[in-house]
């Protein structure tokens, strides 16, 4: 089986409702970033923080996947297919695809705060866990966060990202302004043989100068192109 490698973005979940990052009315038009999602923002009021992600949680409750995931998952009959997003939503997960790397981390898991990426104290939350206060330990003692990438550190994924990137047959971007690195540095993985598409009803700004063919389309309409063109 070909292997099929998608890098999705917020883009992928604006048609379930979930706003992107940079659009017009995107989130980070109404909070200040470095105030929710750095190391230096937690720090500084991890309160604040907290509840940031607690109101992102529990929209996960009222939203569904879209066409566009599910067309993710429908490619797994035809392609080895992995899925490397930056989003934070399970969206990918609930509409059925198996391989899915976050590189950003997951809203409905909690992590310590001492070291997040220990893996004895990540979980993930039950539904009527959803709402994390101050006060709530990790395992280890520390102040229960949200296990969220923020600016300023690691990405502890990228690396079995990119070693799926260089297997890549075909490597499908969706839904992200390819802004954040190194998440948006993967294009640079994937073989010369490799067919690239994009999908994005904008167009969008890659420095690259090999050919992509983009399907200038919402997720929906564009995972439908896409399957047309490669099924
Ligand atoms: N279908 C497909 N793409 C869409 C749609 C849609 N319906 N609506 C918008 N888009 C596109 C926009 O044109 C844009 O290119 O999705 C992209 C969203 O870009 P951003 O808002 O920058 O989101 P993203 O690229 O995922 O941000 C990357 O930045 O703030 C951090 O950690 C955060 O993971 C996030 C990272």
């Known amino acids: 089986m070909k292997k099929l490698v998608i890098l999705s973005g917020a883009g992928i979940s604006a048609e379930s409702g979930i706003s992107t990052f940079r659009d017009s009315d995107g ?3 109404k909070y200040p970033v470095m105030q929710v999602a750095s190391i230096e923002g937690y720090e500084a009021d991890p309160e604040l923080v907290i509840n940031f992600y607690n109101e992102r949680r529990k929209q996960l409750l ?5 066409q566009g995931h599910v067309l993710c998952a429908e490619l797994e009959k035809y392609f080895d297919v992995t899925v490397v997003t930056q989003n934070v939503d399970n969206l990918h997960e609930r509409a059925g695809s198996h391989k899915i790397i976050h590189l950003h981390g997951e809203l409905t898991k909690v992590c310590s705060s001492y070291n997040p990426n220990n893996p004895r104290y990540i979980r993930e939350l039950k539904p009527e866990e959803f709402e994390v206060k101050m006060g ?3 395992g280890d003692g520390s102040q229960l966060r949200p296990f969220i990438v923020w600016f300023g550190e690691d990405v502890p994924r ?3 990202a990119a070693c799926e990137a260089e297997k890549a047959d075909i ?3 969706i839904g992200t302004s390819m802004n954040v690195y190194p ?3 993967l294009l640079n993985y994937v073989s010369y043989n490799a067919d690239v598409y994009l999908i994005d009803p904008k167009d969008v700004r890659i420095n690259t100068d090999r050919k992509i063919t983009h399907i200038k389309k919402g997720a929906s309409e ?4 896409l399957m047309r063109l490669i099924v």
């Open 27 to 29: 989130l980070w038009e």
């Open 62 to 66: 009222d939203v569904k996947p879209n």
């Open 136 to 138: 709530d330990k990790a």
């Open 158 to 160: 990228i690396g079995d």
């Open 171 to 173: 490597f499908v971007i």
């Open 183 to 185: 998440a948006a540095g």
């Open 222 to 225: 564009g995972m439908k192109e």
